[in-house]
Nanobody, 126 residues
Framework: QVQLVESGGGSVQAGGSLRLSCVAS????????MAWFRQAPGKEREGVAS??????NYADSVKGRFTASRDDDKNSLYLQMNSLKFEDTAVYYC?????????????????????WGQGTQVTVSS
């Protein structure tokens, strides 16, 4: 069983920045697809950013503001969030899935990921 632990959430004013981190309990590498999702109250969980081997995909709502990165030497995934908006308020989740070959997936679909963190709250005040 793979455990994912997020950190870095908090409260920030609109226009501010936060950096989320996610650490996996096992080695991540080219055969692990990883992604960030978020869920606002009363809404479905939605994909924010996915990152595989030399490929990154972003939801339209965060393009140009959020940057996902990973450090497989540290088994970690990051999400730099700039120019935060009130509508970015949500619980943010880290997700991962192991693949049999190098991960070139750009998926932002909940069902494509097997392992999930417990989430970290991001609150943006207007």
């Amino acid at each position: 069983q793979v455990q994912l632990v997020e950190s870095g959430g908090g409260s920030v004013q609109a226009g501010g920045s936060l950096r989320l981190s996610c650490v996996a309990s096992t080695h991540t590498g080219s055969r692990v697809c990883m992604a960030w999702f978020r869920q606002a109250p009363g809404k479905e969980r939605e994909g924010v950013a996915s990152i595989g081997l030399r490929t990154t995909n972003y939801a339209d709502s965060v393009k140009g503001r959020f940057t996902a990165s990973r450090d497989d030497d540290k088994n970690s995934l990051y999400l730099q969030m700039n120019s935060l908006k009130f509508e970015d308020t949500a619980v943010y989740y880290c997700a991962a899935v192991f693949t049999s070959t190098n991960c070139y997936s750009r998926s932002l679909q909940v069902g494509d990921y097997r392992f999930w963190g417990q989430g970290t709250q991001v609150t943006v005040s207007s």
